[in-house]
């Protein structure tokens, strides 16, 4: 300390010995290491946690985006997080879903499924093939329609429709379109079948049953039978994407397919495939 004259009195000093500031220098340093390990422990472990919460989801929409390129559509999207983001992916997701699966109700959907697998647009083209035509109509349809009353005439056909449909679905066919009581479908395309012309007997001879049970059943509900009639026939036709770039139709077009028209169905098909009343 100094007096009022600035001469020097007294002096405070504190004896510390070096080795001491390094002891404590070195547990200060310790203690921040030790620190600076538990935090990054704790971000890394929340780290994960938080990427796992956000990619598990992500890897589930990724499998459901797989299935959707295959057509497999009845799968329900069960995708739950936090994250905003990513639950407006699965909504959207589920929405293509829907779409598509309405989507598929008027296009073959071997087709769309072969498109979707190649990432392909579908574009106007064809080319000859062999394959087997089905063509199938209702006896005495005309008179029938005339004679029932319109909501219960749709009710029939979508039972009759439904029956005939999984029945060449079911043998591997391709139903081309339904044309008024006529359905058209095919064997051999879009997927080749070296067994087609087989294919489409077996899925007659299921059709000619379901037809016979559903007229059965209508004539003891004391309804009008609807009885069908089947023509089959292999060959080659032209098939393909046909309309213009906006609206195609994947069909079959004659000259093989022009011979078995729902017009003469009766007359060309053998009475094994012909579901005739009883």
Known sequence: MTNATGETECGLGIDISAQSVRDYERGFLATILNLSVITGVIVLVLSIWYS??????????????????RLELDHPVKVNSFVR??????????????????????VPADLVADLMALGQEARLSAEKREVT??????????????????EQLVDHLSVYFDAMTRSIIENQGTVDKYIGD????????PRTLTDHAVKACQAALKCRDHSRRIGAEQQKSGKAAMYTRIGLNTGTV????????????????????????????????VRSFHAEKP
């Open 52 to 69: 796992r919460r956000i990619s598990k989801p992500l890897l589930s929409l990724a499998e459901n985006l797989g299935r959707v390129q």
């Open 238 to 269: 032209i098939i393909g994407n046909i309309g213009y770039d906006a609206r195609l139709n994947y069909t079959a077009k004659p000259t093989e397919a022009g011979l078995i028209s729902s017009s003469s169905c009766h007359k060309i098909a």
């Open 182 to 189: 006529a359905i058209m479908a095919f064997w051999s395309a």
């Open 85 to 106: 983001e990513v639950v407006v992916m699965r909504e959207a997701v589920e929405r293509m879903k829907n779409s598509l699966k309405s989507f598929r109700k008027y």
């Open 133 to 150: 035509v089905f063509f199938s109509d209702i006896a005495d349809f005309t008179t029938i329609s005339e004679k029932t009353p319109p």
